[in-house]
């Protein structure tokens, strides 16, 4: 696709920048204004959304929502708006040269006190392994609805580390531990959005990349967005501070980058639909009017920790590729 030129958002440096680290720092890419409705909305996610939705993932042992998905398709409207949005669509478009569609949408909530870590991987792992996309020609915008800082579980980047060949770093995570049971890993969704992730990088690989390209810590300010691109190695550790860190992330795949056929992950994690994003040329910015004053997004804004109630129980969610005795 030709990006208009009006719309083109990235300095030729930045792109620059962006190609050779694999991450990029937008400082003030969303005003305060916008940062406002967003976080409405996403709290509007938590207050809509029933117990047991498969989209909403809870930090293990706990109530405490860990992440929700797919919010541009099944959740505010206002999050529609925003993966059209120039100065993400645009972006991405003209970063992967074409099209882009969103492969996967999600709000880590990343709680005060309760926020899990998100061990050392690389996307692409899981995008090419699992999604079978043909390349990692995509690229994540990671949208900062809080103060992001050493305090509350801020992502670390290993920059340059998106050249390294993907096959030297995949690792079976539970085939590491004695004991594991791989099996159980692959029917269970958990190893794409828990705290044990199903392929990590090993400590030796990340020694060696970190000795080379050294680390970067994703600290940022509400309404900053970070590119990054999905074969950056990264991880972040828990929250133990009080503040909530709340990262929208957005992933833009290359319409010529899509699946030629249907990976294992269920929909909320791998898209199906590849329609390109219309990016538009009116709107360049979130606005007030994008999300309805509603009366219990703000009483519940009020409660702070985002909580839902206990999901009813009624058996482990399957990817879809391997069901259990008791699911057939
Ligand atoms: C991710 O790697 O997908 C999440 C990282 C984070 O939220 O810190
Ligand atoms: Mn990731």
Request: with cysteine; net charge negative; glycine share 6%.
């Amino acid at each position: 696709m030709v990006v208009p030129t009006k719309i083109k958002q990235l300095h030729a440096k930045q792109v620059a920048q962006y190609e050779s680290d694999g991450i990029l720092l937008l400082q003030h890419h969303f005003s305060a204004d916008e940062i406002h409705v967003l976080s409405r909305a996403v709290q509007g996610e938590l207050v809509g959304k029933s117990a047991d939705d498969e989209t909403a993932v809870r930090e293990s042992g706990t109530h405490v929502v860990r992440s929700v998905y797919a919010s541009h398709v099944a959740g505010q409207p206002v999050f529609k708006t925003l993966v059209a949005l120039p100065k993400l669509a645009a972006i991405a478009a003209e970063i992967l040269k074409d099209d882009v569609y969103v492969h996967q949408f999600k709000i880590n909530m990343k709680a005060g006190y309760e926020g899990g870590v998100w061990p050392w991987h690389q996307d692409s792992a899981y995008w090419c392994t699992e999604d079978l996309m043909p390349t990692d020609n995509a690229v994540n915008f990671f949208i900062y609805l809080d103060t992001v800082d050493e305090f509350n579980g801020a992502p670390m980047f290993v920059p340059g580390s998106r050249a390294i060949p993907l096959k030297t770093t995949l690792v079976e995570s539970k085939q590491r531990v004695p004991g594991g049971d791989a099996q159980e890993i692959e029917e269970d969704v958990s190893g794409f959005v828990a705290t044990n992730l199903k392929y990590e990088i090993s400590k030796a690989d990340l020694s060696v990349a970190v000795a080379q390209h050294g680390l970067v810590l994703g600290r940022g300010k509400p309404g900053d967005v970070w590119l990054m691109h999905p074969s950056t190695y990264h991880a972040s550790p828990a929250n133990m501070s009080p503040f909530d860190r709340r990262v929208i992330i957005v992933s833009y795949n290359a319409v010529s980058n899509a699946p030629p056929s249907q990976g294992c992950r269920p929909w909320y994690l791998s898209s199906t639909d590849f329609t390109p994003v219309r990016v538009s040329t009116e709107r360049t910015d979130i606005l007030p009017t994008d999300i309805e004053p509603v009366a219990d997004i703000e009483a519940d804004m009020q409660s702070g920790t985002a909580l839902l109630p206990p999901p009813v129980a009624n058996g482990t969610a399957s990817t879809g590729c391997a069901q259990t005795e008791e699911e057939r």
